[in-house]
Every structure is written in structure tokens, then in C-alpha cells.
């Protein structure tokens, strides 16, 4: 009897541990290097915890103990995987993650309570919501359209169930990921977005690839991504854009590594072989869960709407812990320019944003930069050259200016700005404080064909487009309705863009005036990828046909890449030229612009 009371009490004291452990990891700031202490003991007792109640389950259910608990300790596990996949952006603890998810879903441990509990109600709530979050980062589709029909159910359910209560901040959550899924959902049987060696290597090409040495190589170690337009696509703290950039720089695992076979010790004492995805929970998977076959992603630190400061902190810490053969990406894609009195705006926000967010960290100081001499003839920057981090009714608190950026420069920078004032930040160039940087610049103006493009902001910037997936951004200029029964046209482009690639690299790697800005990146297969697609990106949008000067239509790259891969030569014209015949979109080129 003594050891039947005993086995609750301890349970209890275990899970009271855990929580108070899961606590100090959840609120721990999620960029970095420096290892965190504190996950291995969180994970420790979390292990500790599951096994107890594995060994005593007969026992703790003929106590009290609900299927629901189980469920809450299964979700605690699934959102500590998830804390670790955006601390250190590796595949295996997302994919933990989501075998956790799934295995509560499948075995309903939030379901057939009868007992009308509102704190058990949003808990129910919460693990959908960061049951999608995880999906739509794996493009697990069909995964987040089951979710999503269960989550409306829910949300539902739960407004007749407690009317007393306001399920707003829950509807805005499904709302959400409806619009996420129009913009993206669409193109889920096409290429992925995360790095395939079976599609993003070029064989005509490795060889030049293999035998490239710059006097210096980098490799690409952390990334900085943070994306803010008005009502723009998102889910949670995940922008459109910050998704896509997000994939473009991770490496797609192959296709074994989703098919681990496991074995559970069920309650009756029996064995069965399952898939990794039926419903397993073992807390120990991530041992082997990895694939030695690819080389690590990069870490990165995603932002949502962060003040100034904020950013710039991420950005002091990422660069001091920056290894000296590395070079970090600073992704910024924000609206600005405008140098008007901040604009009204209704912000979609709840209480619900801190229940499944992307761990980031709000900072609401109050910021006021000063006029900046860019230290090359004595020009300063007004309140205009700026792009904005967040709401600008908040004032100068999210106004970021270009001349903020110059102290990172005393490491390797590979920057990215996408912006209708993306063109200020040209004064990073020849301003640097200690080692060149690397600058692909938007267009100041998106370009549309029989669209707004109002549309097109919406739904994610077309330059992010171009760099992450070039072929839906065409697709999108175009006007262009994509469909399964499409796919051959799609892949017939694949293949006119990809010999394209594989001649541009030939070129880049032979070069004898390649900047070595560029030279000591080109070994970085992620890098290099963005490289060419900005290649086509420039060439394609400098010749379509438009009533007005291309400046504010063309993005910029600096330094210079050589001119062997500008728009006007042969090699780059023909591959657009192609590309546009395939389509059947040739009226909507003008290849004399040059």
C-alpha cells in the first residue's frame, strides 16, 4: 500500500522539477553560441519524468492521473524540442518535436474529457497551435490541413461550451494560417525550399565547384532573419518571409531519414513495430535521429517586429561569437523611407502570442537615432533613410538606419535588404570597419503583371521570392495559376534554370576578376545558390518590358560581379530568353533594354 502512495508523490515531485527547469529554458534567449546549461538538465529531468510514468502507468491512472497529463508532458517535451531546434536550427530536434505532436494527436490524450475545464480547454488549444507552427516549418501540408480542420472544430466547440469566454485571440490563430496556407500551399508538390543536393547541384558545374580556392574561404555560420510589413502573411512570429529565407538556408534531409522503424513497450506488455510518425513517443530517438550525410545549418535567429536596440543587441551577440572562418547573414526585409508621421494601423495580436511564439524577446525601449555621417564625405542620413522594424505609430523605437549596421562590419557580413529603401543601405559599402561585406539589394518597386501590388507585398516580398523559390516568383509576376496538372511545365523550367545555374557557376569559379567578396563565399553552397538566383533575378527584371526607367525595378548587388554575368551578356540573356519562350510570356520582354 505504502509503495501504491509512494508512486504518486514521487510522480508529482518529478513533474513539479520539470516544469520548474522547462521554465528557465523557455525564457532563455534563443540566439547565441554559448551553450545552454541548462537544456541538458531540463532534458534530463524531462527523460527522468517520462520514464517514471511509462514503468508506472497502471499505477498513476488507478490514482487519478489523466490522459490529458500524459498529453502535457508529451506537449512540454515537443515545445522543449522545438525551443532547441531555433537555438541551434538542427533538423533532428524539429523532427522530435513533431513526433511528439503527432503522437498526442494520434492517441487523442487531450480528447473525450467530459469535465468542462476552460484551463484544460486552451491547453487542448495551444498544442494545435504549436502542432501547426512545426508542421508548417516541415511542410508537413496535409499534416496542417488535418490540424487546421481540427483547430476550427475546437475553436468552435469551445465558444458553445464557454460562452462566458472570448475565443477571439483563437480565431485569429486559425485566420492566420488559413492565409498562410493560400499563399504557400499551392506549391507544396513542387521543389522544396531547404538545400537538395538531387536539384540545387549541378553536375556540368562541380568539378569547377570542387577545384575553386579563393585566398580566403568562408562558411556560412549564423544568420540574422527578421521580416516586418503591415498586414503581411504570418503565423504566429512567423513571417511569410522569414519562413521562406528560413527553408532557403537549412539542407533538406533525405528520404531515409524519416523512415526509422521503432519499437514502444505497450501497456499490455507487448511489442510493436512502428514508424517513426505512428504515435511513438521515445524520449531517447534524438540519439539517432541524425543524418551524417549533410553538413549543419546554419544557426539563426528569427525576429518578429524587435526594436532597434533589440536587433542590434542579436546582432552584438552573433557577431562576438562569430568563429574566424565564418560569415553571418543579416536578412532584413521592412518597409520604410516614407518620413512621414506614423501611420494608424490595427495590429492583429492576443494573449495568445506568448503561448506558442518563436521564442523571441519583446523590447518596447524607446529609441531615437541621431543624424549619422556615413564617414565618406560627410553626407548624413535623415529620419528618411530608415526602414521600420515594426509599427510605426510606436515612433522611432523601430526605425533602423542603414549607418546602425557599419559596427557589424568588423566581421565577415553577407546582407541582404529587401526594402522599398533598400538602396540607402549602398553607404555599408566602402564604410566598412574591418572586413568588406557582401550587399544584394532589392528593387525599390515590386514588378507585376496584371496584379496589384498591393497583392503582392502581402503575400511575401517578390525579391524574397526570387532568392528562395525564383521559379514561383516568375509564376508570380506572370500572373501565372500553378496546378498539379502544371507540374511538367514547372519542372521543363526547373531544368532550363538549373543548366542556367550550372553555366553561371562554370563562369563565376573561372573568373579572373571575381570580387573576393564574392570569391571567398562561392564554396558555400547556400550562399552560392542565393548568388545565382540574384544573377537571374537582376537579369530577368531588367528586361521586362515597362513604360518607365528600370532603376527602381532592378536590384543591386556590391561589389560589382563581374560583368560575365551581367544581364547584358550572352550566357544570362539566353537562359531568360528561354525561359520566357517556355512560359509563352515572350510579349512581356524587351530584350533591347540594354
Known amino acids: 500500500m505504502a509503495e501504491t502512495t509512494d508512486v504518486p508523490k514521487k510522480f508529482r515531485a518529478l513533474l513539479e522539477t520539470a516544469d520548474r527547469k522547462f521554465s528557465k529554458v523557455r525564457d532563455a534567449p534563443p540566439y547565441g553560441r554559448a551553450p545552454n546549461h541548462y537544456f541538458p538538465k531540463v532534458f534530463k529531468a524531462y527523460t527522468k519524468l517520462w520514464d517514471f510514468q511509462q514503468k508506472n502507468r497502471a499505477k498513476l491512472v488507478e490514482s487519478g492521473l489523466q490522459r490529458w497529463e500524459i498529453g502535457e508532458i508529451a506537449s512540454r517535451i515537443g515545445q522543449l524540442y522545438f525551443t532547441q531546434y531555433m537555438r541551434t536550427s538542427e533538423a533532428r530536434f524539429l523532427l522530435e518535436s513533431y513526433i511528439f505532436y503527432e503522437a498526442i494527436l494520434n492517441r487523442g490524450y487531450f480528447e473525450g474529457s467530459m469535465v468542462k475545464d476552460r484551463g484544460l480547454r486552451f491547453k487542448e488549444l495551444r498544442?494545435?497551435?504549436?502542432?501547426?507552427?512545426?508542421?508548417?516549418?516541415?511542410?508537413?501540408?496535409?499534416?496542417?490541413?488535418?490540424?487546421?480542420?481540427?483547430?476550427?472544430?475546437?475553436?468552435?466547440?469551445?465558444?458553445?461550451?464557454?460562452?462566458?469566454?472570448?475565443?477571439?485571440?483563437?480565431?485569429?490563430?486559425?485566420?492566420?494560417?488559413?492565409?498562410?496556407?493560400?499563399?504557400d500551399a499551392p506549391f507544396s508538390n513542387t521543389r522544396p525550399l531547404r538545400y537538395c543536393a538531387m536539384f540545387d547541384s549541378h553536375p556540368n558545374s562541380l568539378p569547377y565547384v570542387a577545384r575553386f580556392h579563393a585566398k580566403k574561404v568562408l562558411k556560412l555560420g549564423d544568420a540574422l532573419l527578421m521580416s516586418y510589413h503591415r498586414n503581411e502573411v504570418k503565423f504566429a512570429e512567423l513571417t511569410i518571409d522569414t519562413f521562406r529565407m528560413l527553408q532557403c538556408l537549412e539542407w533538406e534531409p533525405s528520404g531515409s531519414f524519416y523512415q526509422k522503424q521503432l519499437v514502444e513497450a505497450h501497456e499490455n506488455g507487448t511489442s510493436t513495430d512502428q514508424s517513426a510518425t505512428s504515435g511513438l513517443i521515445d524520449i531517447n530517438l534524438v540519439a539517432d535521429m541524425t543524418d551524417p550525410s549533410l553538413p549543419p545549418n546554419p544557426r539563426k535567429a528569427v525576429l518578429y517586429r524587435p526594436s532597434a536596440t533589440h536587433l542590434l543587441a542579436v546582432l552584438a551577440a552573433i557577431c562576438d561569437e562569430l568563429p574566424p572562418d565564418n560569415v553571418m547573414l543579416i536578412y532584413i526585409a521592412a518597409s520604410g523611407d516614407s518620413g512621414q508621421a506614423s501611420v494608424p494601423q490595427k495590429q492583429i495580436s492576443g494573449s495568445v502570442r506568448?503561448?506558442?511564439?518563436?521564442?523571441?524577446?519583446?523590447?518596447?525601449?524607446?529609441?531615437?537615432?541621431?543624424?549619422?555621417?556615413?564617414?565618406k564625405g560627410g553626407s548624413s542620413h535623415s529620419v528618411e533613410s530608415c526602414v521600420w522594424l515594426g509599427p510605426t505609430r510606436s515612433g522611432g523605437s523601430y526605425n533602423l538606419f542603414p549607418a546602425d549596421l557599419i559596427p557589424f562590419t568588423r566581421r565577415p557580413a553577407f546582407f541582404i535588404i529587401d526594402s522599398d529603401n533598400s538602396h540607402s543601405f549602398k553607404i555599408l559599402h566602402g564604410a566598412e570597419r574591418g572586413e568588406p561585406a557582401a550587399l544584394l539589394l532589392s528593387p525599390l518597386k515590386p514588378t507585376f503583371n496584371g496584379q496589384s501590388s498591393g497583392d503582392i507585398t502581402q503575400n511575401g516580398s517578390q525579391f524574397t521570392l526570387f532568392l528562395t523559390a525564383p521559379l514561383r516568383a516568375c509564376w508570380q509576376i506572370f500572373g501565372l495559376t500553378f496546378s498539379d496538372d502544371e507540374a511538367d511545365v514547372m519542372e521543363d523550367a526547373e531544368s532550363i534554370v538549373s543548366a542556367a545555374f550550372a553555366e553561371w557557376e562554370v563562369i563565376l569559379c573561372t573568373s579572373t576578376n571575381l570580387d573576393l567578396v564574392w570569391a571567398?563565399?562561392?564554396?558555400?553552397?547556400?550562399?552560392?545558390?542565393?548568388?545565382?538566383?540574384?544573377?537571374?533575378?537582376?537579369?530577368?527584371?531588367?528586361?521586362?518590358?515597362?513604360?518607365?526607367?528600370?532603376?527602381?525595378?532592378?536590384?543591386?548587388?556590391?561589389?560589382?560581379?563581374?560583368?560575365?554575368?551581367?544581364?547584358?551578356?550572352?550566357?544570362?540573356?539566353?537562359?531568360?530568353?528561354?525561359?520566357?519562350?517556355?512560359?509563352?510570356?515572350?510579349?512581356?520582354?524587351?530584350?533591347?533594354?540594354?
Not at 529609441?367 to 556615413?374: C, G, K, T, V
Not at 564554396?523 to 521586362?544: A, G, H, K, Q, V
Open 354 to 375: 506568448t503561448s506558442y511564439k518563436l521564442n523571441t524577446v519583446y523590447e518596447r525601449s524607446k529609441f531615437m537615432p541621431e543624424s549619422i555621417s556615413n564617414g
Open 520 to 594: 571567398q563565399v562561392l564554396s558555400e553552397p547556400l550562399l552560392r545558390r542565393i548568388i545565382l538566383r540574384f544573377i537571374f533575378c537582376r537579369s530577368l527584371l531588367t528586361f521586362f518590358e515597362r513604360g518607365e526607367d528600370i532603376d527602381d525595378y532592378v536590384p543591386v548587388c556590391l561589389p560589382q560581379l563581374p560583368d560575365s554575368v551581367s544581364p547584358g551578356a550572352e550566357v544570362v540573356q539566353t537562359a531568360v530568353v528561354r525561359l520566357a519562350e517556355h512560359l509563352k510570356v515572350s510579349d512581356c520582354f524587351q530584350f533591347d533594354n540594354l
Open 127 to 183: 498544442f494545435y497551435a504549436r502542432f501547426l507552427l512545426v508542421a508548417v516549418i516541415l511542410n508537413r501540408w496535409e499534416m496542417v490541413r488535418v490540424l487546421l480542420d481540427r483547430f476550427k472544430k475546437l475553436v468552435d466547440d469551445s465558444k458553445a461550451k464557454f460562452p462566458d469566454t472570448t475565443f477571439k485571440e483563437w480565431r485569429v490563430v486559425m485566420q492566420e494560417m488559413v492565409r498562410f496556407m493560400k499563399v
